[in-house]
């Protein structure tokens, strides 16, 4: 896929698809001044040219699921099979190859133990080429919010002719999940902007309820959309994975400061020898190293850091690339 920067338009048509992601053309189309035709055009042009995707994603932890980070060290050469691997697995997120293509970094969603230990003590330690494993379950995301590097192209007046997005602060209560709702879910997570008549199709429920559980998934909290896009085309060149060590202490303040910095889409506390892990992106590795010495360095509480760069991601959002 080739790789272009992205215009005025296309920048709030993101913007615009952070704060509702499942806004029609018409309603892009009144927010930034153009037809439906170019808002749908430029939406699609932008899947193609920009990794574009919207994905509909249940938050587990209002089910009692549990994420996982994995980190695996395999021999030299073996983790590109592993990572492919992973990366078809429907359970994975994120699937990312680091530190010189011998670490691979992911996610994982367990929704039962028995799901969790298949993978980690009878699936990946089956395999000659991992040598090493780690396991860190995820404690608390400090960025449930849109990233702010995708939230700064639209003007209030625009801003304002947005409807109120859908489940903002839910109940914090547990949800139930209904079992006819899988297949539903499933065209979700591979079209978030499916159109409730496609949807309908798709699973052979009438139009409106489809739209009626949507509504109530979303206002639940149980059911939330992320957008995807490629970091390059907004210039962010370098991407790096964050483990880092926070006095107990501060980690609350800590993860609060580095959840408001512009290069982190995602920071959440996590189990293991490190509490703290974040996802960075970059101009180049000189702003990286200026982060690091910067920004990084000023945390409340910090310990130490380790960085694992980025060189080559299979799955992100869970949507395979």
């Not at 808002?39 to 042009?45: F, P």
């Amino acid at each position: 896929m080739e790789v272009t920067t992205l215009d005025a338009m296309d920048r709030q048509i993101v913007h615009i698809l952070t704060i509702e992601p499942r806004a029609s053309f018409r309603t892009i189309a009144a927010v930034i001044g153009t037809s439906d035709q170019t808002a749908a055009r430029r939406y699609r042009r932008l899947e193609e040219s920009a990794g574009l995707r919207v994905l509909g994603v249940l938050d587990g932890s209002r089910l009692g699921w549990t994420d996982w980070f994995l980190r695996l060290q395999t021999t030299p050469g073996g983790a590109d099979s592993i990572a492919e691997a992973l990366a078809r697995r429907p359970d994975t997120r994120w699937v990312h190859l680091a530190s010189g293509g011998t670490e691979i970094i992911g996610t994982l969603q367990a929704r039962t133990e028995e799901q969790r230990d298949a993978l980690f003590l009878h699936g990946l330690p089956g395999s000659r080429r991992v040598v090493q494993i780690s396991a860190h379950s995820i404690l608390h995301d400090f960025t449930p919010g849109p990233w702010q590097e995708a939230t700064r192209a639209l003007s209030a007046a625009q801003l304002a002719q947005l409807p109120r997005p859908a489940g903002q602060d839910p109940p914090l209560t547990r949800m139930a999940m209904l079992p006819e709702d899988e297949p539903l879910m499933k065209e979700l997570a591979r079209d978030g902007r499916a159109s409730c008549a496609a949807l309908a199709a798709a699973i052979h429920w009438h139009e409106s309820t489809v739209r009626r559980r949507i509504d109530e998934l979303r206002q639940s909290g149980l059911l939330f959309f992320e957008v995807d896009i490629d970091n390059r085309v907004l210039g962010l060149n370098a991407h790096a994975i964050l483990w880092l060590s926070i006095e107990p202490a501060r980690l609350e303040e800590a993860g609060t400061a580095l959840a408001g910095h512009p290069e982190i889409p995602f920071a959440a506390a996590t189990t293991g020898p490190t509490n703290l892990m974040a996802s960075a992106v970059f101009r180049d590795t000189q702003h990286l190293y200026e982060y690091l010495t910067g920004k990084l360095a000023s945390l409340p509480g910090m310990r130490s850091v380790e960085t694992a760069p980025v060189i080559r991601t299979l799955k992100r959002t869970g949507s395979v690339h």
